[in-house]
Each structure stands twice: as C-alpha cells, then as structure tokens.
C-alpha cells in the first residue's frame, strides 16, 4: 500500500483558483497511475482527473479545461490545480493509487480535503 495525505484544500469564491496536493509514502508509487475523485454531499465519489507515470492525463467533462493534474515522481506528490472554480465544485477532493495494469482498482486512498466554492 501507498499512504496519502491530501492538502491545500479551502474555501474560495466562484471564479478562484485552488491548487490540492497529494503527497505518497510507503511503497514506490511512480509507476502508479493516479487519481482525483470528488465527493459532494449526498452524492457519490467520481472521478475527476487521472495521471500515468509517463505524465498522460485524463478529465471529466465538468473539470476539461479548468483542472489541471500534475505529478513530481522525485518529490512523490500528485497535484490538481484548480481554475475558474464554480460552486458546483464543492466537495471532498480524494487522491488515489492504482497500480498498472488493466482493471487494477483504485486501492490506496487519502482521507480528503474540503473544497467550498461560495457563490
């Protein structure tokens, strides 16, 4: 297992900036492909942006654009800078581990950190 720890998270106003960070110890986790879900209350926890080792990145739809994932192998911290934040953004941001490999789940969890996005 991987243990991560979450930070960076806050309350801002519609239209800031928030940038979360995922730090990893434990195990070697630069081959990992790594994740940020989000979690709104009364609601279920989705995925919102992924990263290969080799840098490749995915977006959900909602965050295409305004998210950017980053990861620094050497400093083993995983990112997501947030831009032009709505308020439809508010939730519990979780970081996660996976190994490689298809179907491989996302096993390693952090505890998450609050994003509040006011209106």
């Known amino acids: 297992q991987v243990q991560l720890v979450e930070s960076g998270g806050g309350l801002v106003q519609a239209g800031g900036s928030l940038n979360l960070s995922c730090a990893a110890s434990?195990?070697?986790?630069?081959?990992?492909?790594m994740g940020w879900f989000r979690q709104a209350p009364g609601k279920g926890r989705n995925l919102v942006a992924t990263?290969?080792?080799?840098?490749?990145?995915g977006y959900s739809d909602s965050v295409k654009g305004r998210f950017t994932i980053s990861r620094d192998n050497a400093k083993r911290t995983v990112y997501l800078q947030m831009n032009s934040l709505k308020p439809e953004d508010t939730a519990v941001y979780y970081c996660?581990?996976?190994?490689?490999?298809?179907?491989?789940?996302?096993?390693?969890w952090g505890q998450g950190t609050q994003v509040t996005v006011s209106a």
């Open positions: 990263i290969t080792s080799d840098g490749n990145t």
């Open positions: 996660a581990a996976r190994r490689v490999g298809a179907g491989a789940p996302f096993s390693s």
């Open positions: 434990g195990r070697t986790f630069s081959s990992d492909v």
